[in-house]
């Protein structure tokens, strides 16, 4: 799966796609017995700055019709995703995703199927008070929202995004992981130590973890949950 991220703030989404397990699946793996030995994911960024006209390369402007904040601008837009996709001759391979808060509902169910049916998802971080209406018309994209609630940007939204569908990536997560995501949530759970002394009380972890007894443990986990 190769992400292609669209954002005024490229060095805030490095940090976090190149750290733990996504970084982990945008290296070739070398062990022997891996089963998906390529890389699994790609994240590249494109800065709209980049392909913005001028000497202060604005990417933003006041909104027709009135009303406060800025809008940025489609053409540096139009413009990054041709260098992120437009030359790619499978276009059917193609999802083009914009973040805003009153998009479409963001689920693992999408997480599922845009992993099956996409080679390459390319995501458009908004920022001020959104994107020109005509980017999203232009490249046929779906609004995305991560949830009820308005952020200052679409960095989190994507990163969002590339995170959950980075997990349906075959090989992304390791095959007991991906056991333990068929589950969703496995309620409570416990490490080291056995007792935990805070603030002069102990905290004991639950016996039947210490059972042994499996079934007995799934059934305390599900029913705690
Ligand atoms: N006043 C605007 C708010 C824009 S928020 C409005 O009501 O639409 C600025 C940018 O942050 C948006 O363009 C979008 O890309 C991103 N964003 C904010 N909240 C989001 C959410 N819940 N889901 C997805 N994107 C979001």
């Known amino acids: 799966m190769n992400f292609h991220v669209i954002t005024l703030f490229p060095e805030i989404c490095e940090a976090y796609t190149s750290a733990s397990v996504l970084g982990r699946a945008q290296k070739t793996e070398k062990g022997k017995g891996a089963k998906h030995r390529g890389k699994k994911i790609e994240v590249k960024y494109y800065n709209p700055r980049d392909f913005a006209k001028g000497k202060h390369a604005k990417t933003d402007d006041r909104p027709y019709g009135g009303g406060p904040g800025m809008v940025m ?49 390319v995501l458009i971080s908004g920022r001020y008070e959104g994107i020109d209406s005509r980017v999203q018309k232009i490249l046929k994209a779906e609004e995305v929202s991560i949830g009820d609630y308005v ?64 079934a007995e443990i799934e059934k305390y986990k599900s029913s705690s949950k």
């Open 73 to 121: 601008y489609a053409e540096p837009i139009l413009k990054a995703w041709e260098k992120a996709v437009g030359k790619k001759k499978d276009q059917k391979k193609i999802k083009t995703l914009i973040m805003a808060p009153r998009g479409k509902a963001f689920t693992t169910k999408m997480a599922k199927d845009l992993a099956k049916k996409y080679e390459h998802l």
């Open 151 to 214: 952020l200052t940007g679409g960095e989190l939204p994507a990163l969002t995004i590339i995170d959950s569908v980075s997990r349906q990536v075959p090989g992304v997560l390791g095959t007991f992981e991906s056991l333990e995501e068929e589950r969703v949530s496995s309620g409570e759970m416990y490490t080291r130590p056995e007792v935990l002394e805070y603030k002069k009380k102990k905290h004991k972890v639950p016996p039947v973890f210490l059972s042994g007894n499996h």
